[in-house]
């Protein structure tokens, strides 16, 4: 009799670790189908080198920036506001009855600093800048004057579009 509740124990044993082993292999089975996911590396789109026009080059050889001192204007304390920073370089109105206003603070801007109005506004590279947002936009880009930014807030892949298309279109892009 205890020889039969012994083998009724060990086949009970085995059947156990037998329905643990199958649900392990289900379990890997189940696990070995789910597919990795991956994010897909989207390369940028090399922008070509492309003949510049010669309305672009002549505009570019007459375009000089003009000198104008810096208009600092007067910011309080000069140890935080130091002219190497390049954020105190912009020009704020003085305001107020007790602040001093004296030549040492730095120019005032006048209308006699501005650039010549045929080349204000103008880039370095003697095109004028139009702000491209998607591919339609690039339809309203002249070749000959023109030159498309793209915005800083369009993605990779619609980037990596507007980029094609003025390739094939052999429009200038400065970002």
Same mark, same amino acid.
């Given at each position: 009799?205890?020889?039969?509740?012994k083998?009724?124990k060990?086949?009970?044993?085995?059947?156990?670790?037998?329905?643990?082993? $199958?649900?392990?292999?289900?379990?890997? $089975?189940t696990?070995?189908?789910?597919?990795?996911?991956?994010?897909?590396?989207i390369?940028?789109?090399?922008?070509?080198?492309?003949? $510049?026009?010669?309305e672009?080059?002549?505009?570019?050889?007459?375009?000089?920036?003009?000198?104008?001192?810096?208009?600092?204007g007067?910011?309080?304390?000069?140890?935080?506001?130091?002219?190497?920073?390049?954020?105190?370089?912009?020009?704020?109105?003085?305001h107020?009855?007790?602040?001093?206003?004296?030549?040492?603070h730095?120019?005032?801007?006048?209308?006699?600093?501005?650039?010549?109005?045929?080349?204000r506004?103008?880039?370095?590279?003697?095109?004028?800048?139009?702000?491209?947002?998607?591919?339609?936009e690039?339809?309203?880009?002249?070749?000959?004057?023109?030159a498309?930014?793209i915005?800083?807030?369009?993605?990779?892949r619609k980037?990596?579009?507007?980029?094609?298309?003025a390739?094939?279109?052999?429009?200038?892009v400065?970002n």
């Amino acid at each position: 009799m205890a020889e039969v509740k012994k083998e009724a124990k060990k086949e009970v044993k085995e059947k156990a670790t037998a329905e643990k082993a $199958k649900a392990k292999d289900a379990v890997m $089975k189940t696990e070995a189908k789910k597919p990795e996911v991956k994010k897909k590396y989207i390369p940028y789109v090399k922008k070509e080198n492309k003949t $510049k026009s010669p309305e672009a080059k002549k505009a570019q050889g007459e375009y000089k920036k003009k000198w104008h001192p810096v208009f600092r204007g007067r910011f309080g304390k000069a140890q935080f506001r130091r002219k190497s920073i390049e954020k105190w370089q912009k020009w704020r109105k003085p305001h107020g009855i007790d602040l001093d206003k004296g030549a040492e603070h730095g120019a005032r801007p006048k209308t006699g600093y501005a650039n010549d109005a045929e080349y204000r506004g103008m880039h370095p590279s003697g095109y004028r800048e139009v702000l491209v947002n998607n591919v339609r936009e690039l339809d309203n880009v002249d070749t000959k004057t023109q030159a498309a930014r793209i915005g800083r807030t369009v993605g990779k892949r619609k980037r990596n579009e507007i980029v094609k298309k003025a390739n094939e279109k052999k429009i200038w892009v400065l970002n």
